[in-house]
């Protein structure tokens, strides 16, 4: 179970962190990331992440309609345009009921623009007297050089990615200023990274642009025009590292991770993510033990991040089915300050249970609940553990079902609320419950669910319709019993 180093939890962490904030925009790019490795290296974790992702989006996607319906309210029309178009970009196909009210009010701002642009008669009566008293000072006026809002709104609501590199660039030259767009999305940038990309100038602000996006060949092409410039700035080769590595270029990218290290021994995305490579991948000779070592060397190197690297070499340990040399470095990682950290025992509960220890692995899942709250992805991960080993079903359902309850505070979105439901629904026909889990069952086949939450569903149901049959009969088998 992945938790760092480029891991699944560890990326799905920072979405929940910053859907809790309120930052939907940011959750979304987190979950959409962790879902492209759980696709490769995690099947179980799709239909969560797939859940929270489209969750998160929509949630970004209503949050700009609002924004332009207020903009709309005060008679603002460019401003709501633009919140517009940036939502269009993060509509799907299946949003019927979205889009249709994205272009409602694009429909309703493009005419207060036109009646904006009318003048009225008293305004074209004071520029008539003006042109006859002065003739020469309106020949003097140039127009400006302004694209139409046909053309913006063109540009704005064209899909980033779908025509490659080339069409990025050109999009982003005529439809966006990439300044613009860098300042909404630097935040993903550490602080001191954040002024040194402004020395890197328009070409890296474009790459990080759609990286951010999810394009990672207009990505690769943009650093490296950078790095034509800038051949040995360590920032601008992480970068072009994790855009080689978004597009398969495995080696290519461990080469740029590399020389960023020996640039700057102090870059620690660039080290996880390059133990993360020698570790697993077949083209840098998959070595585990260099990768662990990577790490341990930036551990000593680097104390204010010790435990950061303590939990990378765990996981990396962890994904090689190695649990018992996992546990060490969580154990190292709790000390240099990682003692309240949920990751931590998230990555201790699969440790331990990976190690058989499922008692103690129950502990450590349920301290990573305590200590995280209203938070998700520790309860999802104890309900889970509950499933696969059939320990403390009662308390799993317990927690979702006290998750659902209290969820106001956090504001889900319809595709969590499912996603709680699933978990539950699971929950229930494992403690033998089966009249509840086929209810549940058909209240999320009927909502249409992916492939993956759907074949689950339907043996559910299948299997709870047999349970209550036999129960109907007569010779119904006693309910499994809860486990503390």
């Known amino acids: 179970m992945a938790l760092f180093g480029g891991g699944i939890e560890k990326t799905e962490a920072k979405g929940d962190a910053a859907r809790a904030k309120g930052d939907d925009l940011q959750a979304y790019r987190q979950f959409r990331d962790a879902l492209r490795d759980a696709e490769r290296k995690l099947p179980e974790a799709v239909p969560r992440l797939r859940q929270k992702m489209d969750g998160a989006r929509v949630s970004f996607v209503r949050g700009k309609i609002a924004e332009a319906r207020a903009f709309l309210t005060d008679q603002v029309s460019e401003p709501a345009i633009e919140a517009l178009g940036i939502a269009g970009e993060y509509l799907d196909a299946e949003d019927a009921e979205l889009r249709g009210e994205v272009a409602g009010l694009l429909k309703e701002a493009r005419s207060m623009q036109v009646e904006a642009s009318v003048p009225d008669a008293a305004t074209v009566e004071a520029e008539f007297e003006e042109a006859e008293a002065d003739p020469d000072a309106v020949l003097e006026e140039e127009p400006a050089d302004e694209p139409s809002a046909d053309a913006a709104l063109a540009a704005q609501a064209t899909p980033p990615g779908s025509g490659g590199a080339a069409e990025f660039l050109d999009l982003a030259d005529a439809g ?8 909404q999305l630097a935040g993903a940038l550490e602080p001191g990274d954040a002024e040194r990309a402004e020395a890197l100038g328009r070409s890296f602000k474009l790459g990080f642009v759609a990286l951010q996006r999810g394009d990672a060949a207009a990505a690769r092409e943009a650093f490296e025009t950078a790095a034509r410039e800038h051949p040995d700035d360590p920032l601008l080769l992480e970068h072009l590292a994790l855009a080689h590595d978004q597009s398969g270029a495995t080696a290519l990218a461990a080469e740029h991770y590399q020389r960023a290290l020996e640039l700057d021994p102090a870059r620690a995305n660039a080290r996880v993510a390059l133990a993360g490579i020698l570790a697993g991948s077949s083209a840098a000779g ?10 341990e060397a930036g551990a000593a190197a680097d104390p204010p991040r010790a435990s950061y690297y303590q939990l990378a070499a ?13 546990l060490p470095r969580i154990e190292n990682a709790k000390q240099a300050g990682a003692e309240n950290s949920v990751a931590a025992w998230q990555l201790e ?3 331990l249970e990976g190690a058989g220890m499922l008692p103690e692995a129950e502990k450590a899942y349920d301290r990573a609940v305590r200590l995280g709250g209203a938070a998700m992805q520790p309860r999802a991960l104890f309900a889970e553990f509950a499933l696969r080993t059939g320990r403390g079903l009662k308390a799993a359902g317990e927690i979702i079902f006290e998750t659902c309850i209290a969820c106001q505070a956090t504001m889900p979105s319809a595709a969590e609320l499912d996603y709680y439901g699933f978990l539950l629904t699971r929950i229930q026909h494992a403690r033998g419950q089966y009249a509840s889990a086929l209810e549940g069952a058909e209240r999320l086949l009927a ?10 569903l339907l043996e559910v149901r299948r299997s709870a319709k047999e349970a209550l049959a036999r129960k109907a009969a007569g010779s119904d088998e006693e309910a499994p019993a809860d486990q503390a």
Request: zero cysteines.
């Open 286 to 295: 998959g070595q585990p033990d260099h990768a662990v070592a990577l790490l």
């Open 176 to 183: 966006a200023d990439p300044e613009v767009l860098f300042e």
């Open 349 to 351: 509960g699969a440790a």
């Open 447 to 456: 909502k249409g669910v992916t492939p993956e939450v759907r074949k689950v």
């Open 314 to 326: 765990a996981e990396i340990l962890l994904t090689l089915q190695r649990p018992l040399d996992a």
